[in-house]
């Protein structure tokens, strides 16, 4: 690596050794039935699919596909389970949610080793972020359960029955988290699917749901692609679709749902701006726009993807960026040092490497960090385009990867106009040490979830969603509670 | 209008226009439909809104409503609450207008009277919505950290069928206290009063293009307003099962929000209330660090 001065060498003179997390203590079966009814059963049609280890293409497990009729099992099931879960005490539901909770916290690390090994993502994440912020999602909406009378005044709160939700595998455990932990404290039974490349840790979830002794079918995990979605949106025994995913998925959704009386939540796509002005503590800024675009290998959908740094600074903050980036390590997801980990599938890599081939024949300037990557597995360097414009395609679609965008602008309008040319609607950042700066900027820019001075922060009291075509509804915080309940005068 | 028997006067009959940007055109298409009373006698001329005015219309209205929802609550609650006023003072006419559409007159007198009321009832929404329905959420990391509500953007709404004023005023009043803009399609059948409530608009401090009203035949014109790419959300009363279908199908290409108002009625007192407001607005969160 060449260090001219002004780079940083967080390993000059000194090597990282490796720092693996061990695995010797998690289980992993070597095949997974589907979770319905309280126990895992095998798949009518008796087909399994791989799910691969994303860092090394070996094969982890062997997952049941799921066709309609296993899909109507577990609706049925759910809607068995219904009556009694809607007629239990609220509080003992709660505790219930709360067992969930406590249960994930005990076997926390070898929920984050297993995330880690499923999906590609850095242990550091799935260890510090997303198994316990799902545990704490279940804990924040056990406490619900018996406290929906004060939620929505004026109204008695409802459940609406059987909920199919449909989660994306960038945060897999997460976002099963954010489906079941608010259907069930307001006494809906759920039928998940999660994604079919990482699967493992909703197998899991469907042990500490067993575990945690909720009543047989409240909760039923199956696995299985699109057509698996398909047959849970589809099926007229489900009262209610949550989807996260892509925005091009959930347009079918909605069109699906057209004429049927279920209710739906759509957490879809996002091309966030990320806005430094020149006025930022331009260090921090720096970190802000690193974990904005490279945490989870920008597998995340508030990624901030579209860069806007005021001109004055544009040249030092790019040239930070560069220096910062050369410091991350990419590499495998087990060991504690890494900072970027797999790509989570083959397919993924290629639509990525898609986008870097658009980029630069739309004339944009690529970088990418010298980090060595393995030979096994799939992997992106932390890229950036500079010298790209509003219509490149690098700026408007969603790409889903380690890919930052960067433009620039001199005015607060400039700035703005910018940001909020988009169909998407889901997050923004802006970074400025001027209070009156922030909150003109965060009001007026069009996104649910705006951060200041900082980014990519989530916490289950705290709402999460889209305007425009990021999709409708919040998960997360009181807010939350919407998606899972009828509102009667 | 028909001229007044046993008058010797004759009368000045209105021509129905609609209204678009604060203005009151014709439809540019140049079409009109016959309203006619029971005895199939013509009441007006009413004009049959094309598409393209349409557009206009979503033109003007996305053009008006980054400044009308910067409105202060306070503003925009005194806006309706003058719009109430000018209602009032025109009570007279908003009735006559009713019974010559065929509804009783004291049925009329009742629908005036509560749209006068539910506009006041909005009016007082407008600076109160916001402390009912936001958040300070009690994150965990050392962050500030509040969900507000903010208006969904630009909003196309097919009004009641059968209430040609207050299912009207019902609709507008929660959409436009919360900051949207939005394109009215009147009742086909009741569709006088609409064009009239025009006027009140108009005459109240309401900026040109934040409502637009247009008449005209909705098998025509709905498809319009549910697939149009910058409308945010389409409200609808009163739809059939294959319509409300289609149109949530075609409301799907840019992921709008799809509210049915479908059999309410607008006369009772559990037709008011701020979740009406709510259906059309987005929650922001917004997080800062705490710190030096």
């Not at chain 2, 608009?201 to 709905?222: C, F, K, W, Y």
Request: glycine share 10%; charged share 20%; proline share 5%.
């Amino acid at each position: 690596m060449a260090t001219p001065e002004n780079k940083l060498a967080f390993d000059a003179g000194w090597q990282y050794s490796p720092a693996p997390e061990s695995t010797d203590h998690i289980k992993v079966r070597k095949r997974y039935g589907l979770f319905i009814g309280g126990d895992f059963v095998a798949p009518e049609k008796g087909k399994y699919f791989d799910t691969v280890n994303p860092a090394t293409e070996e094969k982890l497990s062997r997952v049941a596909l799921a066709s309609d009729a296993d899909v109507d099992k577990a609706v049925k099931a759910a809607r068995k389970a219904y009556g009694p879960w809607v007629r239990m005490k609220p509080a003992e539901r709660g505790k219930y949610i709360y067992r969930i909770a406590r249960i994930m916290q005990e076997r926390s690390r070898e929920f984050a080793a297993i995330e880690s090994l499923d999906g590609g993502k850095p242990i550091r994440e799935s260890r510090d972020v997303d198994v316990p912020l799902a545990a704490a999602h279940f804990f924040y909406y056990a406490g619900w359960a018996d406290k929906l009378e004060y939620a929505f005044p004026g109204r008695k709160a409802r459940p609406l029955g059987v909920a199919g939700q449909i989660i994306p595998w960038n945060f897999p455990l997460l976002m099963a988290a954010w489906k079941i932990a608010p259907a069930l404290a307001c006494g809906n039974t759920v039928v998940l699917k999660p994604a079919e490349t990482t699967p493992l840790t909703a197998m899991k979830l469907a042990e500490v749901v067993a575990d945690a002794g909720i009543p047989d079918g409240v909760v039923n995990i199956v696995t299985g692609a699109g057509e698996t979605g398909a047959a849970i949106v589809n099926h007229p025994g489900v009262d209610k679709i949550a989807f996260t995913g892509s925005t091009e998925v959930g347009r079918i959704i909605q069109q699906a749902l057209a004429g049927t009386n279920k209710k739906y939540t759509l957490e879809l796509g996002g091309k966030a701006a990320n806005i430094i002005f020149a006025d930022a503590a331009i260090d921090q800024a720096v970190e802000g726009i690193i974990n904005g675009i490279f945490f989870n290998q920008g597998h995340v959908c508030c990624a901030g993807s579209r860069l806007f740094v005021q001109e004055s600074v544009a040249e030092e903050v790019i040239q930070k960026l560069k220096d910062r980036m050369e410091t991350l390590i990419v590499g495998d997801p087990l060991d504690k040092n890494t900072d970027i980990g797999a790509i989570n599938s083959r397919q993924q890599l290629d639509t990525i490497e898609s986008y870097l081939a658009i980029g630069q024949g739309e004339g944009g300037e690529m970088y990418q960090s010298s980090c060595p990557v393995p030979d096994k597995g799939y992997w992106c360097r932390p890229t950036l385009f500079t010298g790209v414009s509003q219509s490149n395609r690098v700026v408007q679609e969603e790409i889903f990867g380690p890919v930052l965008a960067i433009q620039t602008f001199r005015t607060f309008d400039e700035a703005l106009t910018k940001a909020n040319n988009t169909p998407y609607g889901l997050s923004g950042g802006v970074w400025t040490d001027k209070g009156a700066k922030i909150f003109k900027m965060t009001q007026s820019v069009r996104a649910g979830v705006v951060w200041a001075n900082t980014f990519n922060k989530f916490d289950p009291t705290s709402p999460f969603g889209g305007y425009k075509e990021s999709g409708m509804g919040r998960e997360g915080g009181l807010h939350g509670l919407d998606a899972y309940l009828r509102l009667e005068a | 209008m028909a001229q007044k028997s046993g008058s010797k006067r004759l009368s000045v009959a209105k021509t129905y226009k609609i209204y678009i940007d604060g203005k009151f055109p014709r439809t540019e298409s140049g079409r009109y439909f016959a309203l006619e009373d029971s005895k199939g006698g013509v009441i007006a001329n009413v004009c049959r809104s094309s598409r393209k005015d349409f557009r206009n219309a979503v033109v003007a209205a996305r053009k008006a409503q980054p400044g009308w929802a910067k409105a202060s609550a306070y503003l925009r609650g005194q806006v309706l609450y003058r719009v109430a006023e000018m209602l009032e003072g025109r009570r007279d006419q908003f009735i006559a207008e009713l019974v010559l559409q065929g509804v009783g007159q004291r049925a009329a007198e009742k629908e005036v009277d509560l749209s006068i009321d539910r506009l006041i009832y909005f009016a007082g929404w407008a600076d109160k919505y916001q402390q009912v329905f936001s958040a300070v959420n009690p994150v965990s990391s050392s962050h500030f950290n509040f969900s507000i509500l903010e208006p969904t953007g630009v909003v196309s709404m097919l009004a009641p069928n059968d209430s040609g004023l207050l299912g009207l005023v019902s609709n507008v009043a929660p959409t436009i206290v919360g900051g949207n803009t939005c394109i009215v399609l009147a009742s086909e059948k009741l569709p006088l009063c609409a064009v009239s409530f025009a006027e009140v608009l108009h005459a109240s401090d309401v900026p040109g293009g934040v409502v637009n009203i247009l008449t005209g035949h909705r098998s025509e014109l709905t498809g319009q307003f549910a697939s149009h790419m910058d409308v945010n959300a389409i409200i609808y009363c009163d739809a059939d099962r294959k319509t409300a279908q289609s149109l949530q199908h075609a409301a799907a290409d840019n992921i709008k929000r799809v509210v049915s108002r479908t059999r309410t009625d607008w006369f009772k007192s559990s037709a008011q209330h701020p979740y009406l407001i709510r259906d059309t607005q987005e929650v922001k969160t917004t997080w800062h660090p705490i710190g030096v």
